[in-house]
Nanobody, 122 residues
Framework: QLQASGGGMVQPGGSLRLSCAAS????????LSWARQAPGKDFEWVST????????FYSDSVKGRFTISRDNAKKTVYLQMNNLKPEDTAVYYC?????????????????WGQGTQVTVSS
């Protein structure tokens, strides 16, 4: 299972770091992603990292502001979010996939976290 944490309310321009701790599966073999869902908006993949942490992918909307990383020893994936904007407000989910190549569809993910709310507002 996955347990996400670190959400909260922050002013525009601020920062937050999300964490997602894993248990019950071989973390080091899984690709990991962060995705978000805002009211009235489409589900959006935010960022993905491969199983060894060498390749990372970002949506255009967060590129240059967000950084994904993982610690396989701690079985945790992180999302450092800087220069947050009101449009980043959403529930953020972490997900894990055993896929051998870059997984882009929700059906490719085996595990999902419960979501953590991020609100960016002045």
């Amino acid at each position: 299972q996955l347990q996400a944490s670190g959400g909260g309310m922050v002013q525009p321009g601020g920062s937050l770091r999300l964490s997602c701790a894993a248990s019950g599966f071989t973390f080091s073999r899984h690709w990991l992603s962060w995705a978000r869902q805002a009211p009235g908006k489409d589900f959006e993949w935010v960022s993905t990292i491969d199983s060894v942490g060498k390749s990372t992918f970002y949506s255009d909307s967060v590129k240059g502001r967000f950084t994904i990383s993982r610690d396989n020893a701690k079985k945790t994936v992180y999302l450092q979010m800087n220069n947050l904007k009101p449009e980043d407000t959403a529930v953020y989910y972490c997900a894990a996939s055993i896929a051998t190549i870059y997984p882009t569809r929700p059906a490719e993910y085996n595990y999902w976290g419960q979501g953590t709310q991020v609100t960016v507002s002045s």
